[in-house]
């Protein structure tokens, strides 16, 4: 169970920065959405996982919530660069086989940063990061007004880490405010 939580909660991190959206129908203006953004929460919702390793595999359920929310985001337009400094507290919630894990992390530093664009109502963030340049993170932003801003990605993705191939679905919800 140990290497299945270990496994879960690395891919949690990067489901985080490598998921894409489908189009909604906000129609987002690029001067609302510049500016700072204060971190409120982020959660998840349905999460569940098939994780495979060593030839075992087990359904397991997550959750994903924040606390100790210190991180901003800053979006500039001309030219389109998103990027972050602060923190936040990560509590992952791990469930398979009859047992339930509780996994605490700290998240500092690099959250969004990089360039970005829209498309529709899809924020696409391309990272400047080399160990995270294979992922292009879109969000779909389904609320935008002057103080708050939600963004959404549904986590359809399959992570294969050390051997342990993890087939992960959910949605996360992040929602900041200024």
Known sequence: MKNFSFSIIAASFFLLLSCSTDDGD???????????????NMTTQNGQAIVTEDGVTISVDFSLETSN??????????PN???????????????????TETEESVIEG????????????NLII?????????????????????TEL????NLNQNITLEGTNVQASGILIINFNR
């Open 26 to 40: 906000l129609n987002v203006d690029p001067a609302n959405l510049t500016g700072t953004w204060n971190l409120v």
């Open 69 to 78: 929310e210190n991180l901003r985001i800053m979006i500039s337009e001309n």
């Open 81 to 99: 660069v998103i990027s972050s400094e602060g923190s936040f507290t990560q509590r992952t919630t791990i469930t398979a086989i009859g047992q």
């Open 110 to 121: 690099v959250f969004l940063d990089g360039a970005w664009e829209l498309n529709g109502d």
């Open 126 to 146: 391309t990272s400047g990061d080399d160990m995270l340049e294979e992922f292009s993170p879109s969000f779909e932003i389904t609320r935008l007004t002057d």
């Open 150 to 153: 939600e963004i959404r990605q």
